[in-house]
């Protein structure tokens, strides 16, 4: 495993802009990939991490939501269905110290592959949906502050996320009941 550094809008706008490849050959350097990507979230306390933030164009996302379903891996997500709208906070490590408001969809239908290339169809609702369509507009060269609809600063973003974060950890364990 190695920490990768991320590109940032301000440096690497064009890098970040540029939209990523399938993911064809699901091999030991793929693997390598997601165990990097793990490592430099985790590292910058992020919650997802496109393989497009790290200078690797391939259709490669990792999520983590602290919530203790674990890191979720990616491969060529397709967002196949889209139904509601929430409005809610988003940053990123590609752009420190940015926040805002972005409107995403409540509910998502998601394709995707494994690591070992397996095909998987879910669907995903609240943090998740959001998080899920942050990291796939990345891949497809779209940062947030294209879709933000009001900037914010870091206080007011800390409060509204840490709200938005006891809300998914209590709506999950009201659904393990």
């Known amino acids: 495993m190695a920490l990768r550094e991320i590109l940032t809008e301000k440096k690497d706008e064009r890098q970040l802009r540029k939209t ?70 988003e940053g990123c490590l590609s752009l420190p110290g940015s926040w805002g408001y972005v409107v995403r969809p409540e509910y998502i239908t998601l394709r995707y592959q494994t690591r070992i290339g397996e095909e998987v169809e879910i669907n995903a609702e609240g943090l998740f949906a959001q998080s899920i369509c942050h990291e796939v507009d990345h891949l497809n060269g779209v940062l947030f502050i294209d879709l933000v609809d009001e900037m914010i600063d870091e206080e007011e973003a800390g409060r509204s996320m840490e709200k938005r974060r006891y809300n998914h950890t209590k709506k999950k364990q009201k659904r393990a009941v």
């Open 20 to 89: 990523a490849r399938e993911v064809t050959v699901f091999d030991e350097r793929l693997f390598s990939l997601l165990e990097d990507m793990k490592e430099t979230m985790i590292h910058y306390m992020g919650a997802g991490i496109a393989a497009t933030q790290i200078g690797v164009m391939k259709r490669v996302v990792v999520i983590d939501l602290d919530d203790g379903e674990g890191v979720i891996e990616l491969i060529n997500p397709v967002i196949t269905k889209e139904k509601g709208k929430q409005r809610e906070v």
